[in-house]
């Protein structure tokens, strides 16, 4: 079984994410938590125009995919879990975990530093969030992400089937936790003790930074609860919630040119996203 999985991963992971893309997006349709701010057309556009345009520049920049460097660290004997010899649950379970927090502390950066916040501030510049919000990333954000992923898999020495499920679990949680879909109020609190939920994940995206710098796990919340970033509700109702960025406020200022351009424009003053603790804040993230 395991090695029928590791021959077809590639198109097991585009079915999964389909799958999930394709549920996501029926079920924000006809049961949406929010009105939408702008119609979603143009929005769709730009999400697969940038997600196509940051494989293109992985394929070319990184040819060596994920899967394939699990495969001859295992054969070298690099990483961690291949030098101390971890059975092969144990390595599965460590190394789905890892690239999770790896994901994880990789987005708490991407707010804290500067270079990083210019090219990540396309995915938070969207007036709205569903699922499609998941594609938006600039080309250079998907390079950056991917260099992630493949030193972790070295250092960390994860499997190539702990690669497999675990890039598999975070497409299908970056859909469903993007998604503009509702879930009684009981069923999201049981979810969060097991994953990231749309609720969760959508006060990140609020144009606030005492709120967008919180709740910046993708797959397992425990990060968030664990490094103190993390926030039950918002200020305000889920429904009225502004998204987006204070710099950004209408189509115009996110069309296509202008999403792969921002990040080489000089950042506002007034947009520091770094990660901070707010002391005043605090009562509100418990």
């Not at 585009?14 to 939408?36: D, H, M, N, Q």
């Not at 390079?143 to 497409?171: D, F, N």
């Not at 993390?230 to 209408?250: F, K, S």
Request: one cysteine or more.
């Amino acid at each position: 079984m395991t090695r029928w999985l590791l021959e077809h991963q590639a198109d097991l992971q585009s079915y999964l994410w389909l799958a999930a893309f394709g549920v996501v997006a029926v079920w924000e349709t006809f049961l949406p938590r929010r009105a939408f701010a702008v119609p979603a057309g143009a929005r769709w556009i730009q999400q697969l125009t940038l997600v196509a345009l940051g494989s293109v520049v992985i394929r070319i920049c990184m040819p060596l995919a994920a899967f394939a460097l699990a495969a001859l660290a295992e054969q070298r004997g690099f990483g961690l879990l291949n030098v101390v010899g971890a059975p092969s649950w144990l390595a599965l379970l460590v190394g789905v975990i890892a690239l999770d927090l790896a994901n994880y502390a990789q987005h708490r950066l991407a707010h804290a530093v500067p270079l990083l916040w210019r090219f990540h501030q396309i995915h938070h510049c969207d007036l709205d969030v569903d699922c499609g919000t998941s594609l938006r990333h600039h080309p250079g954000e998907a390079l950056v992400s991917q260099a992630v992923v493949l030193a972790t898999v070295v250092a960390v020495g994860v499997p190539s089937l702990a690669v497999l499920v675990g890039l598999a679990l975070a497409a299908v949680a970056s859909v469903f936790n993007h998604g503009n879909i509702a879930l009684p109020r009981r069923v999201d609190a049981a979810l969060r003790l097991l994953v990231v939920t749309p609720d969760m994940h959508r006060i990140h995206h609020s144009t606030q930074p005492a709120e967008s710098n919180s709740n910046f796990a993708n797959l397992l919340p425990w990060w968030d609860w664990l490094f103190s970033t993390y926030r039950r509700d918002p200020h305000g109702d889920q429904r009225r919630m502004a998204l987006g960025l204070e710099i950004a406020r209408t189509p115009r200022d996110v069309t296509l040119w202008k999403l792969l351009l921002m990040p080489f424009r000089p950042l506002p003053e007034a947009d520091d996203r770094r990660v901070h603790v707010d002391a005043v804040d605090a009562p509100a993230r418990l």
